[in-house]
Each structure stands twice: as structure tokens, then as C-alpha cells.
């Protein structure tokens, strides 16, 4: 009998909100981690190294962070096969440098003669409004971007939580914030290049992120802090934004958005390890790759030919994760979080909110239509 409240409602239960990866998921991402770490050099062999290129002649590409490191050997390789290189980075000085390193060696003995087409664009993903600034020079200039190349990325390990002067933890921030920002806001100039691709050098360790979309910038204090809660979560979110925004571009704008692993590599993205890691980090060359090995991947996903058809096959199968390239540069699938189509709709929603963009920014700007942002000037 009724005990005098309503009866008939219904009972209501709240589904509690994940807040970590299960001990199965972390598990097997740890599992993945370490396969590649032993086994990636035997998985690769078929590669040569340096990966040979197609002439690259008129076709513009935007690397950032490529002052050393992969970036460096993804820009010294495209400009070698004929690309116009942008070297999009914080210290423009030392970019000016190695292009005339890079052009000695071409008009050495050993070298070809051909003069690069190689600039230097200021950018710091430390701050988003430089972030702006980038894209409004680079559209300005009216021409064509064929291939945005994410690579500049930060591994802060063993270091204390560290916030951008955007109020952003920095390795969401350059991981993730700075270069969905740089992504759509060029895409007026990627739209003059279509077929175009973006290409995000992502990580194996991602399989053992997880983003909490009501505390991206990890500031509530349920969780403890840790460089590796900070790298692998804005390493996951990478890949669901990427994901979305592939999936919501239209087939006929003729733009793909691409992750990337470049496996294992002896990189500067460690420079702030503790000493006594990075003394056992250079301990173990055989297993990890060297700069030259890691661009593979990157460079192979933003010039091969084969790739937009994959990429495409993808989107008319509705494929939850963005295309994603290996390091042995063949089609790897992205984590199991990474396929949760719901988180990554609210990882979406999130990143823009905090980048101040609108909703519907994505088609504002295939429309060709001007878009608010919160960083820089008033209109992009």
C-alpha cells in the first residue's frame, strides 16, 4: 500500500561518473607500452631509414616545435624533398641557424645544391595568444597550407604541477589546448589547400590517460597531481578532439586530422627528467629511437599518397577514433577510451569553452565566416 507519497514515480539512479581507468584498461595500456618499448625496433625493420619521401615541390608545411628532436628532422627532411618548411617555434634564432646549417650540407660535396624553401614563424604554445597571433600572420598571407604538422609536445616527469599564464596545466595546455587552437584557426588556410591533412604527433601513452572533462585543467584535488596524470591525460584528450573534429568535417572540405606515434624516441621532450633518469634513459639506445627513426611515422602520415583513402574508408564506416598511424607507420587503433564517442564529444564541448571558441566554430570557419576568440585580438 501507498505510504502516502507518490507511488507512482519512478526511482531514479544516478550513474555514477568514471573517474579512472579500470585496473583492466590500465593493465592492458601498460601491457601496450611496454610492447612497443621492447619490440619496436623488430616491428619497424621493414622501414628504411631515413624514410625516402616523394617530391615534395609546392606543398607548404607548418611544423611546430622544430628546433630539435623529431620536429627538427620532420622539417630538415620535408624542406630536403622540396617542401616549403615553416618552422613554427619559441627560439626563432636558433631556427635561423639550422637552416643554414641545413643549406651548407646542401651546397656541399655531398649534397644536392638545391636551395631550401625554409622560414621561421614565431610561435609559443605557452601562450595562446602567440597562438593567435601565428594563425592571423598565416592567414594573411592568403596561400595555401597543405600539411599542419602538431609535433611540439612536453613530458615534464618527476616535476611539480606548473600552470601556463593562460591559467592552463602546462601539458594540457602544449599538448592539447595550444594545438586544437592552431588547428582551427588555420583551417581557413588548410581549406585553400585541400587536399589537406593535420597531422598530431601523439604517444603509446595515451593508452593509459584519462580525461575528466569537469577537471581537464586538474585543479579540483581529487586526484593527486603527477606529470604522468598531466602527460597522459592531455595526450588522450589529443586524440578524442582529433576525433571529433574528423568526424564533423565534411568530406568535401577535403582536410584530415591525423594522430601519430612516433614509438619510444630519445628526444628533448625529456629534457626535464631528473638527472638520474635520463642517465637510464641514454642507458638503453638499443630499444628507444633516435630522432631520425622517430619522424618515420610523421612523415610518412603527412605525405604518403595511400593515406587520405584510408582516411576516408574511416569516415564512411563512422570509425569513433581519427585515423591513427604507428610508428611502423601502419593503421594502429587508438585506446579503448579513446573509442568512448560520448566522453569525446564532451572532451569537444570542453576544449572549446576553454579556448573561448564557439560551438559551432568548426563550421563558422568552413563557411568562411569570421569567429570569435577570448585570446588575441577581438576577430580571426
Not at 641557424?97 to 646542401?106: A, F, N, S
Not at 616535476?159 to 588547428?183: I, T
Request: glycine share 8%; hydrophobic share 40%.
Amino acid at each position: 500500500m501507498a505510504d502516502g507519497g507518490d507511488s507512482t514515480a519512478p526511482l531514479i539512479k544516478k550513474e555514477k561518473r568514471k573517474e579512472s581507468l579500470g585496473w583492466f584498461e590500465w593493465g592492458r595500456g601498460w601491457f601496450k607500452v611496454v610492447e612497443e618499448f621492447l619490440f619496436q625496433r623488430i616491428m619497424a625493420s621493414h622501414l628504411e631509414n631515413p624514410l625516402p619521401l616523394p617530391p615534395l615541390d609546392g606543398i607548404t608545411f607548418v611544423v611546430t616545435g622544430a628546433t630539435s628532436g623529431i620536429g627538427l628532422e620532420i622539417a630538415r627532411q620535408l624542406a630536403q624533398a622540396g617542401g616549403h618548411v615553416v618552422m613554427a617555434v619559441r627560439r626563432v634564432k636558433l631556427a635561423q641557424e639550422l637552416i643554414r646549417e641545413w643549406q651548407d650540407v646542401e651546397n656541399s660535396e655531398v649534397g644536392t645544391g638545391m636551395p631550401l624553401n625554409v622560414e621561421v614563424m614565431e610561435l609559443d604554445l605557452l601562450s595562446l595568444d602567440s597562438v593567435v597571433r601565428f594563425a592571423e600572420a598565416w592567414n594573411a598571407r592568403m596561400g595555401p597550407l597543405h600539411v599542419l604538422v602538431n609535433n611540439a609536445g612536453i613530458f615534464s616527469i618527476g616535476e611539480p604541477q606548473r600552470f601556463s599564464k593562460d591559467g592552463y596545466e602546462e601539458h594540457m595546455q602544449v599538448n592539447h589546448l595550444a594545438p586544437s587552437l592552431l588547428s582551427m584557426l588555420l583551417l581557413p588556410s588548410l581549406l585553400r589547400g585541400s587536399p589537406s591533412r593535420i597531422i598530431n604527433v601523439n604517444s603509446v601513452m595515451h593508452y593509459l590517460g584519462f580525461v575528466d572533462t569537469e577537471d581537464m585543467n586538474l585543479t579540483s584535488g581529487r586526484k593527486k597531481y603527477t606529470s604522468y596524470l598531466g602527460y597522459t591525460g592531455s595526450k588522450l584528450a589529443q586524440v578524442k578532439f582529433s576525433s571529433i573534429m574528423q568526424k564533423r568535417l565534411p568530406a568535401e572540405a577535403g582536410i584530415n586530422v591525423i594522430c601519430v606515434s612516433p614509438g619510444i624516441v630519445q628526444t628533448n621532450v625529456a629534457r626535464d627528467l631528473p638527472k638520474a633518469v635520463v642517465a637510464a634513459y641514454h642507458l638503453i639506445p638499443y630499444f628507444i629511437f633516435n630522432a631520425k627513426e622517430g619522424s618515420r611515422s610523421t612523415l610518412f602520415a603527412a605525405t604518403d599518397p595511400q593515406v587520405p583513402e584510408y582516411c576516408g574508408v574511416l569516415k564512411a564506416d563512422e570509425w569513433p577514433v581519427c585515423p591513427y598511424i604507428s610508428f611502423d607507420c601502419r593503421p594502429m587503433n587508438a585506446s579503448e577510451e579513446a573509442h568512448n564517442l560520448e566522453t569525446s564529444r564532451e572532451v569537444w564541448e570542453k576544449t572549446l569553452d576553454m579556448l573561448g571558441l564557439p560551438s559551432d566554430v568548426l563550421e563558422k570557419l568552413i563557411e568562411g565566416e569570421q569567429i570569435q576568440c577570448k585570446y588575441g585580438s577581438e576577430r580571426h
